[in-house]
């Protein structure tokens, strides 16, 4: 189902659909596709934010859908379609933005709107339906490979890799729906290691502290409700200076309409207790990983991800080993969008296709 469709300068095609969930798909215009793979975003960004991805993979035969989470993106209005037409520009983040910025007041102002009520959402919104929504989408996905003889994989950003590897957990045992692998760029594997919020950074801390033991799981669950019933917010405008080392993309994810920049602290401590789910699940994945970090990053904590790659056992395919590619002298969160995204992204799409990294 879709109700709007537009082409970039590839002639990639993309529209908006409903089922299962919301979510955007962008397909090769030449018809060329040779597998399926699902993008999911990070926490308090939208399917829009993937879209560079999304066009490089397309580009190179990839038929793409990119999800929106539970709590995050837009409505399927012209106004939304119009700000996915501004990402997928294809060219550079100065474009980008002018073309952000070239939004109508009306469609800002709508998409504004859209916005904060979706930020409401998360105030209810469980992490176990992000990653519940996520596997939804894998099986569709996988389904969609099964039907055309096309194998399937996954790209996870930031809180959306925390999704995804919990949502493979449920499924990787499944080989008829497991992806065939999964890239995973700085994932949510531990909090962050600052914030400039000392009130943010005592309370993830004493969360984390208690998430992770069994008899202490109820005091966490009252704080979370504390936390919620207070409408304790987190301010992460702070996040816009180190998402990038491009000064462009720090200003669009500063400026981009459906960017969720003040974040219900109860949904962030939500994060803590899948967080250890996940480290205590890893040697149970048996999915093909690649994962993508910087040296240091100022969102995600890179140790998570290290501590947590060591715990995985032999993936279940010998094409794809296990794989953890880390730029040492990078210090940003989001590398996909960084001034080495296209060696990343090369990096990435080159194991997808059963090929060694360079």
């Not at 531990?190 to 799981?217: N, W």
């Amino acid at each position: 189902m879709s109700n709007s469709t537009a082409t970039n300068k590839k002639q990639n095609h993309l529209e908006y659909r409903v089922f299962p969930e919301p979510h955007w798909r962008l397909t090769p215009g030449n018809s060329a596709i040779h597998s399926e793979i699902l993008l999911v975003h990070g926490l308090g960004e939208h399917a829009g934010r993937m879209l560079s991805v999304a066009s490089f993979l397309a580009n190179q035969g990839f038929a793409v859908r990119i999800l929106d989470l539970p709590g995050h993106g837009g409505d399927g209005s012209e106004s939304h379609h119009r700000l996915m037409r501004a990402y997928l520009t294809e060219g550079s983040p100065a474009e980008v933005l002018h073309a952000i910025r070239n939004l109508s007041a009306a469609d800002q102002q709508h998409l504004l709107h859209v916005r904060d009520e979706k930020n409401l959402q998360l105030n209810s919104t469980c992490f176990q339906s992000c990653v519940e929504t996520v596997e939804r989408c894998m099986l569709w996905s996988a389904a969609d490979g099964n039907e055309s003889r096309r194998p399937h994989f996954v790209w996870a950003h930031s809180m959306g890799g925390l999704a995804a590897i919990l949502a493979l957990g449920n499924i990787d045992r499944d080989l008829s729906s497991a992806p065939i692998g999964a890239v995973l760029t700085s994932p949510a594997l531990a909090p962050p290691p600052f914030k400039d919020d000392l009130l943010t950074r005592i309370l993830t801390a004493k969360a984390q502290l208690i998430s992770g033991f069994l008899p202490l799981k109820p005091l966490a669950m009252l704080q979370r409700g504390a936390m919620r019933a207070l409408g304790l917010k987190s301010d992460s405008r702070w996040a816009s200076d180190h998402v990038s080392d491009l000064e462009d993309e720090k200003i669009i994810h500063q400026e981009d309409p459906l960017q969720q920049l003040f974040l219900p602290l109860c949904f962030v401590a939500r994060l803590l207790p899948a967080m250890s789910r996940a480290h205590s699940q890893a040697k149970n994945l048996r999915t093909p990983t690649f994962s993508i970090v910087p040296g240091f990053d100022p969102i995600v904590d890179t140790h998570g991800l290290l501590k947590w790659s060591t715990r995985l056992k032999s993936s279940f395919d010998k094409n794809r080993p296990h794989r953890l590619q880390k730029y040492e002298d990078l210090c940003v969160h989001d590398v996909p969008r960084s001034s080495i995204s296209e060696e990343a992204m090369e990096r990435a799409s080159g194991w997808l296709l059963g090929a060694e990294p360079i």
